[in-house]
Structures are given as structure tokens and as C-alpha cells.
């Protein structure tokens, strides 16, 4: 049963602290996508990736975010430093070439404290 | 941008009984998709729409496209406990540097026994 594995499951950090959030997509997907779950806005895109390259970071703060994907097995969101207001849950996501179905991960339920 | 209203907010219903929840919005998609997401989990897909005025079902589920474009609705008849959590409705317009969803606010289900 193919599946989109997230790491860490749950991240408690200080503020101030760089905290790095890992997507390992479905094999044979090439688009990946990172949202950001709140109750206040709901599912918000940060930034997404086809076939490696960043098409939309638009969502992102790019302060103190950043998404890489170093290679097509690995997406990476990082946030340096952290403040309390960037605590949410966030998925990754990744999808085939027609873009529609996406699988969602598990989430990373990051506090800041 | 674009924006997904999705109603209702929250739904308190007896076990058996039929539910139904829409999703509109001020600009058209080209396919509409329909989540579930559970407590501590990703949303993971239960109806995907491509067609102005598809109608689809799955299992008690059933969902229908709208005919201009800028609606649909999702019913579950004969709800059960399982059913709870909240559901999604998203619009996807595919092609180009697009092809993210945009996501409704959710619609949370509970289910009396």
C-alpha cells in the first residue's frame, strides 16, 4: 500500500530553534506539495515541487522558511528560527502526472514554544 | 486568490441518519475533489469529480459536480460512527504552473450511536 511517510510525527522546539520537517513521496510521483494545517485558516499550500523544481512557494513566509527537494525521494521544509505562531500540523503531500488524487501524509504536529 | 465556502461548519447527527454538505465558490475548477480526514491523520481522498454535472458514488457516499462549475455537494446516507471527522471539499484547476488544490474549511461530522 503505497504511502507518503512524513518525519518527525510530532516536534516540540524552543522558539528561535531551526526545525527541519521530511517527505519521502510515493515512488513515481513527481509533484510534492507542503500544507499547513491551523484551525483558525484551515489547509493552507506552503510550496510545491514538480519533478524536483519549486513551481509555487508563493504560501511560504521566506524569511524563515525554506522547501527543498535534494533529490525525488526526499522533500524537506525548513524553518529557521521557529516562532510560537508557526506551530500547526503540516503535511506533505505528492501526487502522479495528471495532479489530481493527491496522497497525503500523516502530518508533522510541530509546538513552538 | 481563489476561496472554497463550505458549509456546514459542524453537523451533530443520530446514527442512520442521511447527511449533506456542499462547497461553492466565486471562480470556477475544473475537477473537484472530496477528503476525510481523521483525528491525528492526512485527509485521504473519497470522491474525485472531473465533469460539470458528474454525479458519483462510493459505497453511501455520493457527490455531484455542479453544472456551472462552482459548486458541489457531497451526501452520505445512512451515516454510521465511523463516519466522523471532517471532510473536505477542494478544487483543482490543472495545467500550467498550477495544479494545487485549494481547499474548503472543513465540514465536522458527529455521529451519535
Not at chain 1, 30 to 45: A, D, K
Request: charged share 20%; with cysteine; proline share 5%.
Amino acid at each position: 500500500d503505497a504511502r507518503v511517510t512524513q518525519t518527525p510525527r510530532d516536534k516540540v522546539t524552543e522558539m528561535g530553534q531551526e526545525v527541519t520537517m521530511r517527505c519521502q513521496p510515493i515512488l513515481g510521483h513527481n509533484t510534492v506539495f507542503w500544507y499547513r494545517q491551523t484551525m483558525m485558516q484551515g489547509l493552507e499550500l506552503l510550496a510545491y515541487f514538480r519533478n524536483r523544481a519549486p513551481l509555487d512557494d508563493s504560501g511560504m513566509p521566506k524569511d524563515r522558511f525554506s522547501a527543498e527537494m535534494p533529490d525525488a525521494t526526499l522533500a524537506t521544509l525548513k524553518i529557521q528560527p521557529s516562532e510560537p505562531r508557526d506551530s500547526a500540523v503540516y503535511f506533505c503531500a505528492s501526487s502522479g502526472d495528471r495532479g489530481f488524487g493527491y496522497t497525503f501524509g500523516s502530518g508533522t504536529r510541530l509546538t513552538v514554544v | 486568490g481563489q476561496q472554497l465556502n463550505q458549509s456546514p461548519q459542524s453537523m451533530f447527527i443520530q446514527e442512520g441518519e442521511d447527511v449533506s454538505m456542499n462547497c461553492t465558490s466565486s471562480s470556477i475548477f475544473n475537477t473537484w475533489l472530496w477528503y476525510k480526514q481523521d483525528p491525528g491523520e492526512g485527509p485521504v481522498l473519497l470522491i474525485a469529480l472531473y465533469k460539470a454535472g458528474e454525479l458519483t458514488s462510493n459505497g453511501r457516499l455520493t457527490a455531484q459536480f455542479g453544472i456551472t462549475r462552482k459548486d458541489s455537494f457531497l451526501n452520505i446516507s445512512a451515516s454510521i460512527p465511523s463516519d466522523v471527522g471532517i471532510y473536505f471539499c477542494a478544487g483543482l484547476n490543472y495545467g500550467g504552473s498550477q495544479g494545487n488544490l485549494i481547499f474548503g474549511k472543513g465540514t465536522k461530522l458527529s455521529v451519535k450511536p
